[in-house]
């Protein structure tokens, strides 16, 4: 094996986020709200799309972040995610809407099946090369199942072990030697490919796991793990 992919030797299991990793969350989802934009007549209350999606996307990355801190609940998330940027910019039923909304976004987002480039390719130089591929991935159980599906990936991948299966959250290592025990494996033999500097690459390697850090949009972080390569492309890791 080259020194370029040293990483893998002796690994067995090749886990990979979903969100944004595989399955392009940001893609998908920002159809979807401008899509919502018209057709719940969000001009009324944003002066554009933009201002829509921002005010979206804003709050409910800090939720998640928060729940994933433990500091709310699932309840809460779904609740208040929609509710609150309603509330802000002046809708008169913020409540009703945001439920609406919740229900709406999360039904069709499990639809959509755009994939990351190079994400189903990736998959197939795993597979020829005899790995077990195994989805890790926070979220909603009942969303993220469809996303494999609606992507026409879900034959391509050997497990899918989800936060909701345990209630806890990537970076807890706890999630990691669970999916670890699920596929009879040991820790030594997983490595994990993600875009979440935190939930992915830290939360694996505190696990004893090695980990690929997927920096898609090129940030250049400096402060990477020892030992932790960063492709800004899924056709440079294998």
Same mark, same amino acid.
């Given at each position: ?13 090749v886990w990979v986020d979903l969100d944004d990793t595989l399955w392009d969350f940001t893609a998908n ?51 208040d995610r929609f509710r609150r940027p309603l509330a802000c910019a002046g809708h008169p039923d913020a409540d009703g809407e945001g439920a609406f909304l ?69 970076? #807890? $290592? @706890?999630?990691?030697?669970?999916? *670890?025990?699920? /596929? =009879?494996?040991?820790? &030594?033999?997983? %490595? ?22 997927? #920096? $898609? @949009?090129?940030?250049?972080?400096? *402060?990477?793990? /020892? =030992?932790?390569?960063? &492709?800004?492309? %899924?056709?440079?890791?294998?």
């Amino acid at each position: 094996m080259i020194e370029e992919f040293k990483e893998f030797e002796g690994i067995e299991w090749v886990w990979v986020d979903l969100d944004d990793t595989l399955w392009d969350f940001t893609a998908n989802s920002r159809i979807l709200l401008r899509a919502i934009y018209h057709e719940r007549d969000m001009d009324r209350f944003f002066t554009s799309e933009d201002a829509w999606i921002d005010a979206y996307e804003d709050y409910n990355h800090f939720l998640w972040t928060e729940y994933a801190a433990q500091r709310v609940t699932r309840a809460f998330l779904m609740a208040d995610r929609f509710r609150r940027p309603l509330a802000c910019a002046g809708h008169p039923d913020a409540d009703g809407e945001g439920a609406f909304l919740d229900r709406h976004y999360l039904e069709r987002l499990g639809t959509m099946g755009a994939l990351v480039p190079g994400a189903r390719e990736l998959l197939g130089r795993l597979r020829t090369r005899g790995y077990k591929i195994g989805v890790l991935s926070n979220g909603f159980a009942e969303v993220q199942r469809r996303k494999l599906c609606a992507a026409g990936i879900e034959d391509m991948v050997d497990m899918m072990v989800l936060s909701d299966d345990i209630g806890i959250q990537k970076p #807890d $290592r @706890r999630l990691f030697d669970y999916a *670890a025990e699920r /596929a =009879g494996t040991s820790a &030594v033999k997983c %490595l994990m490919i993600g875009d979440n500097l935190s939930a992915d690459i830290k939360g694996a390697l505190g696990a004893g796991w090695r980990a690929i850090y997927f #920096d $898609r @949009r090129a940030t250049g972080r400096p *402060a990477m793990p /020892a =030992g932790v390569r960063t &492709v800004t492309d %899924l056709g440079h890791i294998l």
